[in-house]
């Protein structure tokens, strides 16, 4: 990080007032990922997520309850883990890995988003108009604020004197109520070239569309639109006179700049303290190029704009949430406007992908299916499982090798075998997965998260190894970080060549026999993590991949990181039983005062947690939840016809219809309950 300009309330963190040539300022035992810097403070937000701040703090901009200013940055708390920052004249913004917004300091037109009622705010509050709104970033300007959504839509607060905020309209005393630019920017802009970045100054804002084109809109008197006008715009305005296409941009109190694809950079706006680096403190209505000297360690790809300082870093993270496993699968169904009102809470995915905005995959990319090629691939997999059922059940079908070891040993010493069915069938089993993903359905499938992984280009590693196999990946821990001796050749006596499938294999194949040292044991242990996870499965992985993304994009699948595709597939241990009565109906003669309801609910409180999972089973046909919660799952309950005290109970899994005979007494009911969900031959084998 470097640094200049002015900093005499310690808005650098360096304890130095005033620096005229860049100065470094590594201060950080984290390394830091954003930093975001308003008229007189500085936000750094780390690589673990949390919020450092310095400089004044008269109107609670750091986000601390003392009104004191600081020198040097100090954590603000109450946030959780945050992945994107903003700071405004004397407010700041931040947006949490959960999908809440939070915001804090100078509320006096709005611009916190908190309503009419809080002038100020010391310490962050978390914006509830936002709440399960998938905010991807924000920017604040001098007293006005934007978020930015998944879908695009673009939300504003604060101040409007100049029409900063996009509503064709000016407000003298602010919008205190998050609007949104539906009528105007969202027709105009959204819909047809899709925003993926914005920015904010003092009284102007400019967005920057997926197609590379930069729009800009409120005051314009320094020549901060970029229109070779001084007139404000009520409405977004495209700049024109960039050579080729924008990648990214930043706005000043009264300029800004934009970095075009090629690497130039463009600068428009007041320059009467040099902000516009033209070598003169001369402004421009009009984008201006400006010359950078680049040095041999790497390309600025960033700038964030303060006041009257600037903070050049080489690291540029915008930030894309994993898209809602609903939202995806039901793209090619709905328009973005209508799929996101299902959005209840963001914390469903709560990772993010590091990713520029313009490399984003067009979003009608993101899913398409051959209908014929899938119906062919149904009736197939139809004709063999009615041919083959019983094979479903067997050893062999479980021996996917890594993919499926639902037979592993765990004090075996290599537990991988050879495949003994058809290539065929692995493709046929991708295929079926693929299905599943694409209809929301979660199945019992064991796989460890080294296949997930795989799925989307992600390298196992040795914690894969430990997770598929204990003992092996134990011992090779061990190895490589317990194994203390300095003369591991001489005493443990191992060599690269090992024992698989019978065969010996060299895991360095230019050197047979190499001795494993202190030296290169970190090279065993990656090698021998790559023959179980790649070379010794590659043939059936690649069966398994080719019949999975038969079925499902693979622009839509390689958007989840693996812990988040095998929720999405295998779904999550996240039981809420109180859910599941409150979401369930009743048809026909049955209702929730019934006696014999009464009676089945205080049977299945007396339950056992794992009894409670096998009824979860033998209702739905997986004893997992859904990665969107129990809410997905509403039980309908019927009497079971022509049924008497002697009949079980049974299920239509497909339609969480369960039909429930009527019992005389509870303990007949609790009884006949209890061995029904035992008896789950039908789901998978013991």
Same mark, same amino acid.
């Given at each position: ?65 003392? /009104?004191? /200013? ?210 003169? *403190? ?42 809602? +496993? ?73 021996? +996917? ?115 494993? *040292? ?169």
């Amino acid at each position: 990080m470097f640094c200049w300009g002015d900093g005499s309330s310690g808005q650098f963190g360096l304890n130095f007032e005033n620096v005229s040539v860049p100065i470094a300022g590594n201060i950080f035992s984290d390394k830091v990922t954003e930093i975001a810097c308003g008229e007189q403070h500085t936000l750094f937000l780390t690589v673990d997520g949390r919020i450092l701040s310095c400089g004044r703090n008269s109107k609670g901009q750091l986000g601390r309850q003392r /009104n004191i /200013n600081s020198k040097l940055p100090a954590p603000v708390e109450g946030l959780g883990a945050v992945v994107s920052v903003s700071c405004g004249q004397d407010h700041s913004v931040a947006v949490c890995a959960s999908g809440q917004v939070f915001s804090w300091g100078l509320n006096s037109h709005g611009q916190l988003g908190l309503g009419k009622g809080v002038p100020l705010q010391p310490i962050p509050a978390l914006v509830r108009p936002l709440t399960g709104v998938p905010v991807t970033q924000v920017a604040a300007g001098g007293t006005h604020t934007l978020a930015l959504t998944l879908p695009g839509l673009v939300y504003c607060c604060g101040a409007n004197r100049a029409g900063q905020l996009g509503l064709n309209r000016v407000d003298e005393k602010g919008t205190t109520a998050l609007s949104i630019f539906v009528r105007y920017l969202y027709k105009k802009l959204i819909r047809v070239l899709g925003v993926s970045f914005i920015s904010c100054g003092e009284a102007h804002s400019a967005v920057l569309t997926k197609g590379g084109q930069v729009f800009t809109f409120g005051e314009g008197s320094r020549g901060q639109l970029g229109h070779n006008a001084s007139a404000n715009e009520l409405l977004p305005k495209l700049v024109e006179g960039m050579d080729g296409l924008a990648s990214q941009i930043a706005c000043g109190s009264h300029h800004t700049l934009v970095l075009g694809s090629s690497g130039q950079l463009w600068a428009f706006g007041s320059g009467v303290k040099g902000q516009l680096g033209t070598g003169n *403190t001369g402004g421009s209505l009009q984008p201006t190029s400006v010359l950078l000297k680049r040095d041999s360690g790497g390309a600025a790809t960033v700038i964030h704009n303060g006041t009257r300082y600037n903070v050049y870093s080489i690291l540029f993270f915008s930030i894309l949430y994993l898209i809602l +496993f609903n939202a995806i699968m039901q793209f090619n169904h709905y328009s973005s406007a209508t799929i996101y009102t299902v959005l209840i809470n963001t914390v469903l995915f709560t990772s993010i992908i590091t990713i520029t905005p313009y490399s984003l995959p067009d979003v009608p990319r993101f899913y398409s299916c051959t209908h014929s090629q899938l119906k062919a691939e149904l009736q197939y997999t139809d004709n063999i499982i009615q041919q083959r059922r019983y094979k479903l059940f067997e050893e062999e079908w479980c021996l +996917f090798l890594f993919i499926l070891d639902l037979c592993l040993d765990s004090c075996a010493t290599y537990p991988y075998y050879q495949p003994r069915v058809e290539e065929k069938s692995y493709f046929l089993f991708g295929v079926l997965c693929g299905m599943a993903l694409y209809n929301h359905n979660i199945v019992h499938l064991p796989f460890p998260l080294a296949l997930f992984k795989k799925m989307v280009g992600v390298k196992p590693s040795l914690e894969d190894m430990r997770e598929f196999d204990p003992v092996v990946g134990g011992r090779l821990r061990y190895l490589l970080e317990d194994y203390t001796d300095d003369d591991v050749e001489e005493n443990l006596d191992m060599t690269f060549t090992v024992i698989w499938d019978d065969q010996k294999v060299e895991l360095d194949p230019k050197e047979t026999g190499k001795p494993v *040292t202190s030296f290169n044991r970190k090279q065993f242990v990656d090698a021998y993590v790559n023959l179980a996870f790649n070379q010794s499965a590659e043939k059936v992985f690649e069966e398994f991949r080719r019949g999975f993304f038969k079925v499902c994009d693979r622009d839509v699948v390689e958007l989840f990181q693996p812990e988040e595709l095998r929720g999405v597939m295998v779904g999550k241990e996240d039981y809420d039983w109180d859910t599941l009565k409150q979401n369930t109906v009743y048809d026909g003669e049955y209702h929730a005062r019934h006696p014999n309801i009464i009676t089945f609910w205080e049977a299945f409180e007396e339950l056992t947690a794992d009894q409670k999972k096998a009824f979860l089973l033998f209702l739905t046909g997986c004893g997992r939840v859904p990665i969107l919660g129990m809410d997905k799952i509403q039980m309908k309950v019927a009497v079971l016809q022509n049924s008497t005290e002697l009949h079980f109970p049974e299920s239509l899994t497909c339609h969480f219809l369960l039909l429930l005979p009527i019992y005389p007494s509870k303990e007949m009911l609790l009884a006949r309950l209890k061995e029904a969900c035992a008896h789950n031959r039908g789901f998978w084998k013991e």
